[in-house]
Antibody, heavy 121, light 107 residues
Framework: QVQLQESGPGLVKPSETLSLTCTVS????????WSWIRQSAGKGLEWIGR???????DYNPSLKSRVTVSVDTSKNQFSLKLSSVTAADTAVYYC???????????????WGQGTRVTVSS | EIVLTQSPGTLSLSPGERATLSCRAS???????LAWYQQKPGQAPRLLIY???SRATGIPDRFSGSGSGTDFTLTISRLEPEDFAVYYC?????????FGQGTKVET
């Protein structure tokens, strides 16, 4: 069974960089697209970006200037960095796996449990 | 980006009743790349439907999806107690992937 687990600080100061890691078990990180998604009361569910181990990335234009998604295949992990955070970045952050094969399958079929990140001084 | 508008915001029903949830897109969703998720309090969303009408693995057949273009529907034929939750539609035909604002099904 595929499992994803987010980890990282629950509190980040304004203007600093939010850093989260997603550890994947039950699936090779080299075979799929992996995404970060966040959920806040104000904006609902928001897709942040995704990556493939080939180095291919795709980011939400609304966050693109501040986001980096990277992968560590040796640890079967991928990471999110969001710079210059403000209170508006306070949210529950999820990592998620996309289905493989035909593009119709490229939905978020497995999710982490989510980690709450608060931006506050 | 494609904006998804879900209606109604809240659906008040009883167990055994039929639920019909709507998702309307601001532009056509290519190849019916439309999915539905269920979310319960404190949990991550769970995939129910992909490709507008295909059930994900393990999803009961009381859940069905339909639609194409800009109008999509999720139907729960007979509500079970565990179906009371928030439901989101999501398009994955064009980047950025976007979600609707959700419909809460409550008893």
């Amino acid at each position: 069974q595929v499992q994803l687990q987010e980890s990282g600080p629950g509190l980040v100061k304004p203007s600093e960089t939010l850093s989260l890691t997603c550890t994947v078990s039950g699936a090779s990180i080299s075979r799929y697209y992996w995404s970060w998604i966040r959920q806040s009361a104000g904006k609902g569910l928001e897709w942040i970006g995704r990556m493939y181990t080939s180095g291919s990335t795709d980011y939400n234009p609304s966050l693109k200037s501040r986001v980096t998604v990277s992968v560590d295949t040796s640890k079967n992990q991928f990471s999110l960095k969001l710079s210059s955070v403000t209170a508006a970045d306070t949210a529950v952050y999820y990592c998620a796996k996309e289905g493989a094969g035909d593009p119709v399958n490229r939905v978020f079929d497995f999710w982490g449990q989510g980690t709450r990140v608060t931006v506050s001084s | 980006e494609i904006v998804l508008t879900q209606s109604p915001g809240t659906l008040s029903l009883s167990p055994g009743e039929r639920a019909t949830l709507s998702c309307r897109a601001s532009q056509s969703v290519s190849s019916s790349y439309l999915a539905w998720y269920q979310q319960k309090p404190g949990q991550a969303p769970r995939l129910l439907i992909y490709g507008a009408s295909s059930r994900a693995t393990g999803i009961p057949d009381r859940f069905s999806g339909s639609g194409s273009g800009t109008d999509f529907t999720l139907t729960i034929s007979r509500l079970e107690p565990e179906d009371f939750a928030v439901y989101y539609c999501q398009q994955y035909g064009i980047s950025p992937r976007t979600f609707g604002q959700g419909t809460k099904v409550e008893t």
